[in-house]
């Protein structure tokens, strides 16, 4: 299994601009997540899916928007890019149940000039 | 969710055990009590969780005491690859919250 993979691993985005990140998990799990951690900081939720079609808003959604078509993949869109969403962006999953493991990608570092 | 609090920073000679301290003193009865690390700025990763009784795996050991309000995680040899910020964090559903964290410096 590769586990929880993401796209791109940087990316430098123009103030006004749009992009999605992409996030994709080969183990059949309900959950996905997307957290933003800035500098020295811990990470803060963004969105989150319980499953196909279901997605809910976390701590901090607002700029950002998401969609849960398959099992598989959770994208995270950003639209009009803003200097504020300068950050690392985490995807993760678990399967589900309250003491599961998540499981996280390795990140996409966002950087909006 | 219950908040915690840990150190923010915390050096560790190699070889020795490393004991990172957590507050939650107002967790609920059916929080449970997780430990993640990350390390350099990687997507961090699960060590270990429990609710009531004390817990061991392959990575650590999870001491919480009686009335659940602190909990000890416990690396009993640590390598300078555990260099890392470890997170404490309470939770009762799917949604995890992650605070600073402590940063754990492991020294040779």
């Known amino acids: 299994n590769a586990g929880v993979t993401q796209t791109p691993k940087f990316r430098i985005l123009k103030i006004g601009q749009s992009m999605t990140l992409q996030c994709t998990q080969d183990?059949?799990?309900?959950?996905m997540y997307w957290y933003r951690q800035d500098p020295g900081m811990g990470l803060k939720l963004i969105y989150y899916?319980?499953?196909?079609?279901?997605?809910d808003k976390g701590e901090v959604p607002n700029g950002y928007n998401v969609s849960r078509s398959t099992t598989e993949d959770f994208p995270l869109r950003l639209e009009l890019a803003a200097p504020s969403q300068t950050s690392v962006y985490f995807c993760?999953?678990?399967?589900?149940?309250?003491?599961?493991?998540?499981?996280f990608g390795p990140g996409t570092r966002l950087t909006v000039l | 969710d219950a908040k915690t609090t840990q150190p923010p920073s915390m050096d560790c000679a190699e070889g020795r055990a490393a004991n990172l301290p957590c507050n939650h003193s107002?967790?609920?009865?059916?929080?449970?009590v997780y430990w993640y690390r990350q390390i350099h700025s990687q997507g961090p990763q699960y060590i270990i969780h429990g609710l009531k009784n004390n817990e061991t795996n392959e990575m650590a050991s999870l001491i919480i005491t009686e009335d659940r309000k602190s909990s000890t995680l416990i690396l009993p040899h640590a390598t300078l690859r555990d260099t890392a910020v470890y997170y404490c964090i309470v939770s009762n559903d799917y949604k995890l919250s992650f605070g600073a964290g402590t940063t754990v410096t492991v020294r040779a």
């Open positions: 107002t967790i609920s009865g059916n929080e449970y």
């Open positions: 993760a999953s678990r399967y589900g149940g309250n003491t599961d493991t998540q499981y």
């Open positions: 899916s319980v499953g196909a079609g279901i997605t």
């Open positions: 183990m059949n799990h309900n959950y």
